[in-house]
């Protein structure tokens, strides 16, 4: 049959377990520092990319506001070119 230490009456750590030291009480801290460290890190690069998106988005649609202008313009020219066709048959 084991043996389980016996626990000392004023401390719930069994016997031969030391207490919380002051390493001990900075691991917490130290990990607290370090979760929120990666978060930010994390944060950061999740930023990074998607100002790299919206740049690459925002490039597109000024690439198609210019082809869309463009188009435009010519139907623009060939509506003038046929409206001075149809007014030359009517004279």
Known sequence: MPTYPLRNPTSS???GVAGPSAH???K???DALQKRELRLMKNR???REC???KKEYVRCLENRVAVLENQ???LIEELRALK???RHKVE
């Open 45 to 47: 690069e999740a930023a």
């Open 24 to 26: 001990s009480s900075q």
């Open 51 to 53: 100002r790299r998106k």
């Open 28 to 30: 917490p801290i130290e």
């Open 84 to 86: 001075d066709i149809c």
């Open 72 to 74: 435009n313009q010519t």
């Open 13 to 15: 750590l069994p016997q």
